[in-house]
């Protein structure tokens, strides 16, 4: 009897860790749950918390890079998508938000080849410091000097 209980917990140890390896992912690794939550910004408008998700987009991307993720291809891809089809309806809602449009324009250049994607996603981990830089040097061009 001692064996079969025995035994009974190890098949059902692993098949608990065959489960959680393939369990649905949450949060920002979860591109349909992002797609749906950037759909329900645009839609109330809300373009600080567009690029709040954005932000967030652009380092996981970069992470899956960084790791040399398989995942990155598909992730990217609907993102994609998202943005081309919702372009007008972000450029509505982000205004002249430069760093929202920005990180738009980020991620809808990025290529499909899976070895170029990977290259151009590991840049995108530095664009704040770009976009930072960018601005540091339109405000010193623009603003008169004292």
């Known amino acids: 009897m001692k064996k079969f209980f025995g035994f009974f917990a190890v098949v059902a140890a692993l098949v608990l860790a065959v489960s959680c390896k393939d369990a649905p992912k949450t949060g920002i690794e979860n ?15 809300d ?10 987009v652009k380092d996981y991307i970069a992470k899956l890079a960084a790791e040399n993720s398989e995942a990155i291809a598909p992730y990217v891809a609907k993102i994609k998508e998202f ?8 450029t509505s809602v982000l205004g002249d938000n430069a760093i929202a449009n920005g990180l738009v324009s980020a991620v809808e250049s990025l290529p499909d080849d899976a070895a170029a994607l990977k290259e151009a996603a590991t840049k995108l981990a530095d664009f704040d410091g770009i976009v930072g830089g960018a601005q540091d040097a339109v405000e010193r ?5 004292r």
């Open 141 to 145: 061009t623009l603003l008169p000097q």
């Open 31 to 45: 591109v349909d749950e992002v797609v749906a939550n950037l759909t329900e910004l645009v839609q109330k408008g």
């Open 83 to 90: 943005i081309a089809t919702n372009k007008e309806k972000l």
């Open 47 to 56: 373009a600080s918390a567009i690029q709040a998700k954005l932000v967030e």
